[in-house]
Every structure is written in structure tokens, then in C-alpha cells.
């Protein structure tokens, strides 16, 4: 017999109000309760999975977590232990709770430190799915915590209200793994899709390919679905790093006993990418918690893991009898080796959506949602709603798909928290212009404000690109391809002319921070002058990003410059391939005359794991990664930036345009 449903939810425990005032929040912790007025005391917003758990934190992935609860969260009034110990079992903050990374360790340590509601003005779209999982409830509604604490038991529909059937009975049955245990009993059934027949997004289309109508018999594909259709999907890649396998493993064996095993291991991957240059940035204080052998049982336990269950592992590359760094950061890879336009795409991390670049649905999960598909192959989806963002005209010179994302980012339409959860599809002429892995930066960038992910179409230069890479068959390759209907349904539509666009730079905190390049000075109150330059990550480590780097060092270098004085320059590849490529290209001599410091592929700086990292809170970084969320990189300012005004800022000791060099 499986887990009962649960019919409702009764507090005993305290409130905890995140708020930005930091002597209430410290009065709470120290157990003083006070009159929250949400006309005089501002929630937090924003608050990051980064905050929530810091990437040291995620080198633990048991009830551990408990005690190192929101020890990121921005001010520094949270220490260890001090969620756990406050007898709370709801937590309150503004809007966008749980943006970034899709780390299932987040909501984990709030449920094993005793919260048990999470109350937020708006719910990130993955963060909000994994405490579904894991049975942690959520609601937008902020009349529930009044009615919690005069000791009302809350109706269990109240936080199902507005979710799609799949995800309202997992979080009846308290997580994906009770609601799975009686959906292979039979005791409950993922709805029937009988949505009629209609024109179809990019992404509607592909769901409706590999929606699966009978899981016993293997029979696939419905004639249409529609924003809201709950159901699960068959995958065709699915993929995990380091940094979470080990947690997905552990609820794994515990849900389905020591000797379960993966279905159709061929179609499942690992990497070793997160984690490999840690030793290079990990802090003495870090070192005496003996966080440096927590961090690499890590890559012990998925190495183990993948070889029991006959699993590919990218892992670590050696030259010359040296570990020099991984072979791939995993989307990288996911691009050059695994994925194909069509296909459906499940990965353990936030930017798994990069992959939409080459026209397939990619997007991240968590730990619960990746072990259970390892046994099912098949992830749960809500069909999304789609907005459409046609880019016509030309890029002016010295602008990038970095500076389109930062731009979009910056609009009402995600600052406001409207698009989480959306798909954002990218069309037009100015898309077509670009080559891959300008697209892929568009695409990997669709959830730095919540998206549920970004797609491309596929055409000719993705099939180009797949005949070039892999060595594949033209005409087998447009056969995949699938292409959005005339007369679409979208949330929104944005006509945006490249033309009009400039260099952009977002300013510390958030992605969505951003502002022309020429008004950052004014922005700032004066010159922002950098202690590192920092090129590299998924998103900014591809061939292209290394044409861009290389295009503007060698101006400098032609002019008898070089990397300012107190100034780092890191060049980062994306991938062993793309190592070669600038080698090939003869962009490692010119990086090393310009002064800059070049690392091997690794995830690296990017969760605060590598060369790059800053390590005091006046120390600020001007960087080509998709994220800049407080502590992401370490405790100094992050600005984000295209490969151009990295290499440039680079030189001049300060953020400026390429045009300076």
C-alpha cells in the first residue's frame, strides 16, 4: 500500500520573515517575535538558490543541509544552525523566491531545518517543482500564514490551487516518490491528454511528439497539447554533474533498494565538470570544516555510481601525467556530442536550456526528478506557456547576443516576475544571422529571470554544425527538425530591432540589473574600476566567445598593451574542443602576450569552484558568466558583460567598450 494522501497541514512552529531590515531579522532569530507590517518592513527579493545553499554547501547532500540554511543570504545575519534552531516551520520573503540554479539542496535544507510552508510573492519555476518533490509546501498567497498561526489546519488544496493534476498529487502525496509508489500501483493515473487538435509552439510540439500515452506499452505522441496540460515526457538525454549526482543516487537506492538499476544507461551521462579546480580557491576555514574531502567524496560517489551502472562519465583530462582540468563543462558538451534537434532534454542543472540553441527542449531538473527518471526515463511537465521573441536586423559592431540578453533581461515583462515559467522561443532574421553559439548564449540565458527555457529553430546552420561536429547525415539531420505552426498561441510577443541596441553591463545582484555600457559610469557614481576580468563559464568559454576575447587582445597587444596592472584576465574554455580550436587558431599566444591567465574547461569561477573567484568584499569583477546573484563568485561585486567588454576592460583596468582599445 502506498503513502496516503495528505488532507491538510497544521503549524505549531514560529514564523520566519526575511526581511531587508537586518536587526528584525536578527531579532527573530534570536527568538524575539515581532508585528511584521508589510507596509513599513520590506520582504527580500530575489532571494537565489545561491543563497539559500552556497556552493560549499552543496558538498553535502544529506540532513546536514539542515544547518547551513540561508547561510548565503545577502547581509550575513544568518549563521549555521540558527534556521535549524529557531523552532520556524514557515518562511516569508518578497518575489522570485528560488531564482538560479536548480539545486534541489536548497528547498532540502529548508524542510530539514523544520520549515514546512514556504510563503513567497512569487515561486521560481525549478525551485518551486523541487520542493513539490520533496514535499515542502508552497503558496503566493500570504493570508495562509495568519491563518496558520491562529492554529487553523490549513486544507491541503490551498496549496494546490492553480497546479496542474500531475503536480497537485504529488504534492497530495508529499513528493514525487510517494506519488510515483502509487502511480505504479495503480492508485493514481497522470490525466489523459484530450486536447484537440491546434497550431503549436515550438516547444508544444516536440512535448506532444514524446508525450507518453502508455508507459507499460512504450506508445508515444498525442495529436496536440496546450499551455496547462499536465503529463510526462519520454527523454532522449539525460544528464547529471558531480555536484549532484551523489544526492540523486542516494534517493535513488533509498526509493528502490541498493541493486535498482538504470533504464537504458546508453541515453544517460555524467560529467566531472563543477568541481575540479576547487582545491585552486577553497579558503582555510573551508579546509578545517573538511570541506575539501566532503567536496571530493563527490566525484568518488558518482564515479562508482556511473561505473555500477554502466553510464558514460566525462570526466578529468591529463597532459603530460598533470590533471589540467575536465573534458567538458556538461553543456557544452551536451551541444557538441548528445543532443539533436527534436529531442527532449533533461539535465541537473539550471542551464541544461542552452541546448535549445540546436532546436530541441532542454531544460533542468532536480535531484528527485533526475532519479526517478533514471528508473522511468520520463520527466513530468506542465506544458508551458511560450513568448516569442522575434529579433530583426543587424547587430550594430561591438554588440552581441550577451548585450540582446541583458537588454531583454532588463524589461518590465521579467523584472516583474511575468516571465517565470515561460519558454522563450527566438525567431526572425536577426537569429538566423547569428551562428550557434551566439544562439546558444540566448538560449542558456532563458532562465537568469525564471523561464522555464529557450529555443531555437533548427536550420542550416544547425545542420551544418551537426554534419561538421559529429559527422552526420545532412539530410537525416533536417529530418528532426521541428518547426513552430503558423498561428501559434504565445503570452507575449516581442519585436525587437537590433539595430538599436549597445553594449550592455548589469550591475551587481542580478542579471536583470542591466543598463547601457555608456550610463554605467553615471549609474555607479563614477569609473568602475576592476580587480578581475573573468571569460569563461558556458556561456561565455564557446569558440565564439574565444574569437571575441582574441579580437580585441590582439588590437591591444598590436598597440604595446597589455592586461592592466592589478588587473586578473581569466580565459576559460567551455570544452577540450574549444581549447583546440583556439589553439588551432593561434589565440593561445595571443592571449599569453596580452597577460591573460588561461584555464582549462571547468564550471569554475561560476559557482565560486575555481580560478576567477574573488575572495573580499571590495574586490570587483567584470564577467562573462550568465549569473551574478549575491555570492555567486565569492563576497566581491560581479558585473556581467559580453566577451568584448571583457577583454577590453581587461586592458583598461576598468569596464569600458571595445571601441577604447
Known sequence: MSTPRRKSVKISGKVLYLTEDAGLLKQQLEGEAIAFDPERHALVNNISTDELTPGWVCYYYDETLARYCLVGLRGGVIQRDAVKSGGFEIIVSGRSKGCGSSRETAPYSERESGIKIVVAKSIEKIYGQNCQNIGLLTTTDFGIVERAMRGE???????????????????????????????????????????????????????????????????????????GDALFVRTDVRFSHEYVTPMAESLFRASLGPDARVSEPESV???????????????????????????????????????????????????????VGSEAICHNKVIEELALPGQVVAGTDSHTCMAGALGCFAFGVGSTDMANAWLTRDVRVA???????????????GVTAKDVMLYLLSQPFWKSGDGIGKVLEFAGSGVRAMGLDERATLTNMAVEAGGFTGIIEADEVVV?????????????????????????TYVATFDVDLATLEPMVATPGDPRN?????????????????????????????????????????????KGKRVADG?????????????????????LEVFASAGAELVDPSCGACIKAGPGVSFTADEVTVSAINRNFPGRSGPGKVYLASPLVIAASAIAGKIVSPDSI
Open 269 to 323: 551521462f555524467a560529467f566531472r565538470d563543477h568541481l575540479t579546480f576547487l582545491d585552486k580557491v577553497m579558503s582555510d576555514s573551508h579546509v578545517k570544516l573538511g570541506l575539501r574531502e566532503q567536496s571530493q567524496s563527490l566525484a568518488t560517489v558518482q564515479e562508482a555510481f556511473t561505473k555500477k551502472q554502466n553510464i558514460k562519465l566525462y570526466g578529468e583530462v591529463f597532459r603530460d601525467g598533470k590533471l
Open 153 to 227: 489546519e490549513i486544507p491541503i488544496s490551498e496549496f494546490t490551487r492553480g497546479l496542474d493534476p500531475i503536480s497537485a498529487d504529488v504534492v497530495e502525496h508529499g513528493g514525487l516518490f510517494a506519488y510515483n509508489e502509487a502511480r505504479l500501483v495503480g492508485e493514481v493515473h497522470p490525466p489523459t491528454i484530450t486536447t484537440a487538435p491546434r497550431a503549436m509552439t515550438l516547444c508544444e510540439k516536440i512535448l506532444a511528439r514524446h508525450a507518453i500515452v502508455d508507459a507499460r506499452a512504450g506508445s508515444l505522441g498525442v495529436t496536440a497539447v496546450q499551455p
Open 567 to 587: 588587473v586578473h584576465l581569466y580565459i576559460q574554455f567551455g570544452s577540450q574542443d574549444i581549447r583546440r580550436y583556439a589553439e588551432e587558431k593561434g589565440y
Open 464 to 488: 551544418e554544425y551537426l554534419v561538421k561536429q559529429r559527422g552526420l547525415d545532412a539530410d537525416a539531420v533536417r529530418k528532426l527538425i521541428v518547426t513552430a505552426d503558423e498561428g501559434a
Open 514 to 558: 542591466g543598463v547601457p555600457l555608456r550610463s554605467l559610469n553615471e549609474a555607479s557614481g563614477g569609473e568602475v574600476k576592476i580587480n578581475i576580468a573573468y571569460g569563461g563559464s558556458c556561456t561565455g568559454g564557446k569558440k565564439a566567445d574565444m574569437d571575441m576575447y582574441a579580437s580585441v587582445l590582439k588590437r591591444a597587444v598590436a
Open 383 to 397: 506544458v508551458p506557456e511560450s513568448a516569442r521573441f522575434n529579433l530583426h536586423g543587424e547587430l550594430p559592431a
